[in-house]
C-alpha cells in the first residue's frame, strides 16, 4: 500500500488511549506477510519483528504511537452523553463537533452547542466548559442508557483526506501517519539484507504517558530506538515554532535524545540529500515515547525524529506527504548502516 | 421529501451566491410552473395553478441562501482571511472543514495546537478577524491558484441519518423549507400559488423584501427552520423549542409579530389532523415574514419552522419527521386558502 492510502487507511480506524484494538488487529494483519513474528503484550502493543539470522545480531526498535485523543462517555442525560476526555482535547474544538461513539455498532452523533441565546454576555466568545457540553446521538433517554454504557469510547469522525499539493489533513495523524511511515520502513527494510533484527513498535496509550511504550522496550530490550513522532508546525498564530510543515523531518536533539545518534541522523540527511530541519528538545521529557524508552532498564539508545504538524490535537491536523517519505528515506538508511 | 432535502443541503448557497441551489430547483420546478422567473436580486419566483384561483393572493415563501464566509484576504504564506457571511457563532468555526469557491477548493479553519495556548486562551476564541483557512498552500502564489478575495465558503456537506430518525447536515436552515415548497409544486394544488425563493435572508431578509414587491401577495406562509436549545443544562423556556415536540408555528419573533388569525388557523389546522405542534417559548431570531409583512400596502404573514439543532453551523440536526409535517402542514393551509 503506498504511504498516502495507508496513512488514510490507519486514520480511519478508532483507537483512543487504552481502545486501540482495533488498529493493532489492522497492523498486525498488515505486517504479517513481511514480519518473522508479529506479537502483542498485556497493553496491547504492536510488535512485529524481523530478523536478520546473524548470531549476536542487535535489536534495533523503529517506534511510532498507535492511539488517538477522544473522550469516553460517562453517563446519559435526557438522552444526551456527558463525557470526559482520553488525552490532550482542545475544548475550542468541541461544539457541533461530530463523533463516532464507539458501541458495537458504531453510533454517529454530534457534540450540541448551546445557542448564542442562552449565553451571559460573558460566555460569548468563550469556548464551554466541556462539563456543559453532550453528545447528540438521537436517541431517548431510555434508548441511550440501554445502548451506551459508561466507560464506552469516542472519537473524532472521519479520517484523512489529501490537501492541496501534497499536504494530508484529517484526524488521528498524531500519530498515526508516523505509524504508517515506520510501517513503511519495516516492509522495505524487511526485503533487505541487515546485519541487525528490527522491531515495528506500534505502541498504545502515549497521549496519556507513554504507557505502552514503557512496558515493550522493557519486553524488547532493544539496543538503539527511534522514535517518530510529530512535531508542531508553524502557523500564523504560532509564527514562533521552528519547524514548519514541508521542511523536511525535524532531527531532535536534547537531554531525551542520543546525541551521537543524532549527529549521524544530520550526517546521513545530508549526504542522502533528505531535507530535514533541526529541533532543540530542552528538557529531559520530550513528551514523546523517546522518555519512555530512554530510561528503559539499564538505558536504550534512543533517537526522537519529529514529522512536523499543524493542529495538533484537532480533527484537522495537517502534516505533509513528502516529510513522511523523507522519515521512511532517513529510518532506512539509518537501519541499514547499522552493524552487527 | 428527504431526499429532496438532502440533496438541497449538499448544494452551495451562501448568502450572495445562492446559484447552484436556484439552478437546481430551477430545473425541478419549470415542467411545473405555469409562470417562472428570477430577479436581478436572483430570487426564483415560480407561479403554479390550482384547483382554484382563491380571492387572495397567496405566496409561499422560503430562503435559499445558507450562511458562511468570505475570503477577504491571501497571506502571503498561503493562508486565507475571512470574514464572516451570516450570523455566525464564531465558536462552530474553530477546526472545521469548508470548501472554498465554485471549485469547492477543500480546506481547514485553522487554530494553533492546544498544547502552545495559555490556559486563558484555550477557555476564548480569537475574533474572526484574527482566524484563517489553511487549504495546504505553501505561500500566496500557490493559494492564488484555486482561490481568490471574495470566494464564498461553504460548511462541510455530509449528510448523515442517525438515531431516532434525525438527520445531521448544513445548511438545514433553510433547505428544509426550499424541500418543501419544492415537493408542494411538484405535486397538484388546492389553489393558485406563487413560491419565492429568495436569496440573502442570513444577511437582513434582502431577497424577500423584492420578492415580496414584485408578487404582491395578500397572505404569505413563511417556511423556515428555527433554533432550537434542547439540550442539557438548558431549562424552561429558554430551550425555545424541542426537537420531537412537532413543527413550530410562531406568534412573534425579533422581526415579526405574526397574523393572529393566521396563526390560530395553523394551530386548528394542526391539531384537527393529528400533526404535533408546539410554539417558540422566547422571543428570538426572524424570518423573511419580516420583509414580506411590510412590503408594498402590506401582507397578512404567517409561519411554519422546523425546529434544528446546532443551527448555523456545520452540523445542524433536524427530525426528519417534523420536516415531513411541515409540508403537510403547508398543504393543509393551501386547502384552506381555497375555501
Redesign the interface.
Known amino acids: 500500500m503506498e504511504l498516502a492510502e495507508l496513512t488514510k487507511r490507519l486514520c480511519g480506524l478508532s483507537g483512543p488511549s487504552g481502545f486501540e484494538e482495533p488498529v493493532r488487529a489492522w497492523i498486525a494483519e498488515y505486517l504479517a506477510p513481511v514480519a518473522d513474528e508479529v506479537r502483542t503484550d498485556p497493553m496491547g502493543n504492536m510488535i512485529a519483528l524481523k530478523r536478520c539470522g546473524k548470531p549476536g545480531a542487535k535489536l534495533a526498535l523503529l517506534d511510532a504511537h498507535m492511539d488517538e485523543i477522544g473522550f469516553i462517555v460517562t453517563g446519559a442525560?435526557?438522552g444526551?452523553l456527558?463525557f470526559g476526555m482520553l488525552g490532550?482535547?482542545?475544548?475550542?474544538?468541541l461544539?457541533?463537533?461530530?463523533v463516532r461513539v464507539l458501541t458495537e455498532p458504531p453510533?454517529?452523533?454530534?457534540i450540541?452547542?448551546?445557542?448564542?441565546?442562552?449565553l451571559t454576555e460573558e460566555e460569548k466568545?468563550?469556548?464551554?466548559e466541556p462539563d456543559?457540553l453532550?453528545i447528540?446521538?438521537?436517541?431517548?433517554q431510555e434508548?441511550a442508557v440501554r445502548t451506551v454504557p459508561p466507560g464506552t469510547p469516542v472519537v473524532y469522525a472521519g479520517s484523512c483526506?489529501m490537501?492541496?499539493?501534497?499536504?494530508l489533513?484529517g484526524k488521528a495523524l498524531d500519530d498515526r501517519a508516523c505509524a504508517a511511515v515506520i510501517i513503511k520502513a519495516f516492509e522495505k527494510l524487511s526485503q533487505e539484507e541487515l546485519d541487525v533484527d528490527i522491531c515495528c513498535l506500534v505502541s498504545t496509550q502515549e497521549e496519556v504517558g507513554h504507557r505502552g511504550a514503557k512496558t515493550a522496550a522493557w519486553g524488547l530490550r532493544p539496543d538503539v530506538a527511534l522514535v517518530v513522532d510529530v512535531t508542531?508546525g508553524k502557523?500564523?498564530?504560532?509564527p514562533n515554532?521552528p519547524c514548519s510543515c514541508?521542511k523536511g523531518p525535524a532531527i531532535c536533539m536534547g537531554p531525551n535524545i542520543n546525541s551521537a545518534l543524532s549527529k549521524e541522523l544530520f550526517a546521513l540527511a545530508r549526504d542522502g540529500k533528505i531535507p530535514h530541519q533541526p529541533k532543540a528538545e530542552p528538557g529531559g521529557n520530550s513528551g514523546t515515547n523517546a522518555e519512555a524508552i530512554q530510561i528503559s532498564r539499564e538505558g536504550v539508545v534512543t533517537g526522537l525524529i519529529g514529522l512536523p504538524l499543524?493542529?495538533?490535537?484537532?480533527?484537522?491536523e495537517?502534516v505533509s506527504l513528502a516529510d513522511m517519505e523523507a522519515i521512511v528515506e532517513l529510518l532506512t538508511a539509518y537501519v541499514e548502516g547499522l552493524e552487527v | 421529501m428527504l431526499d429532496t432535502m438532502e440533496t438541497l443541503c449538499c448544494l452551495v448557497g451562501v448568502s450572495g451566491g445562492e446559484d447552484e441551489v436556484r439552478d437546481y430547483i430551477l430545473e425541478r420546478a419549470m415542467p411545473c410552473a405555469d409562470e417562472i422567473r428570477t430577479d436581478p436580486m436572483g430570487n426564483l419566483m415560480v407561479f403554479k395553478k390550482g384547483a382554484v384561483t382563491p380571492g387572495r393572493r397567496v405566496m409561499l415563501c422560503a430562503h435559499m441562501d445558507e450562511v458562511g464566509l468570505i475570503v477577504t484576504d491571501v497571506t502571503a504564506e498561503g493562508y486565507l482571511r475571512f470574514a464572516e457571511a451570516g450570523g455566525l457563532d464564531r465558536r462552530v468555526l474553530v477546526g472545521k472543514q469548508v470548501y472554498v469557491g465554485t471549485d469547492r477548493v477543500p480546506g481547514v479553519v485553522g487554530s494553533k495546537a492546544v498544547h502552545l495556548t495559555t490556559a486563558e486562551q484555550r477557555k476564548t476564541l480569537p475574533p474572526v478577524s484574527e482566524m484563517y483557512i489553511d487549504i495546504g498552500a505553501a505561500d500566496r502564489e500557490e493559494a492564488a491558484k484555486s482561490v481568490s478575495v471574495g470566494d464564498l465558503v461553504a460548511f462541510d456537506d455530509t449528510v448523515v441519518r442517525f438515531g431516532d430518525g434525525f438527520i445531521k447536515a448544513k445548511a438545514i436552515d433553510d433547505r428544509a423549507g426550499c424541500a418543501t415548497m419544492l415537493e408542494l409544486l411538484e405535486s397538484d394544488l388546492p389553489c393558485d400559488c406563487w413560491f419565492a425563493f429568495t436569496v440573502q435572508e442570513e444577511v437582513g431578509c434582502r431577497g424577500a423584501a423584492i420578492a415580496a414587491r414584485s408578487v404582491e401577495p395578500d397572505v404569505s406562509l413563511i417556511l423556515e427552520t428555527t433554533t432550537a436549545a434542547d439540550i442539557p443544562g438548558v431549562e424552561g423556556a429558554k430551550r425555545v423549542c424541542q426537537l420531537g415536540r412537532g413543527v413550530v408555528i410562531p406568534f412573534m419573533d425579533r422581526g415579526t409579530i405574526y397574523d393572529r388569525e393566521l396563526y390560530g388557523l395553523l394551530g386548528r389546522l394542526a391539531e384537527e389532523n393529528g400533526i404535533p405542534w408546539q410554539t417558540k417559548t422566547m422571543i428570538s431570531g426572524g424570518t423573511d415574514g419580516s420583509a414580506v409583512q411590510r412590503s408594498g400596502a402590506g401582507v397578512r404573514v404567517t409561519a411554519l419552522s422546523v425546529p434544528v439543532r446546532n443551527i448555523h453551523s456545520p452540523a445542524s440536526v433536524a427530525k426528519v419527521s417534523e420536516c415531513e409535517d411541515q409540508y403537510k402542514l403547508a398543504r393543509l393551509f393551501l386547502e384552506e386558502m381555497a375555501k
Do not use: N, W
Open positions: 442525560e435526557k444526551y456527558s490532550g482535547v482542545d475544548q475550542r474544538m461544539p457541533a463537533r461530530e453510533l454517529y452523533g454530534v450540541a452547542t448551546m445557542p448564542p441565546h442562552v466568545g468563550r469556548s464551554i456543559k453532550f447528540d446521538v438521537g436517541l431517548s434508548e483526506e490537501l492541496g499539493e501534497g499536504m489533513c508542531h502557523t500564523p498564530d504560532a515554532v514541508g499543524k493542529y495538533m490535537h484537532s480533527p484537522v495537517m
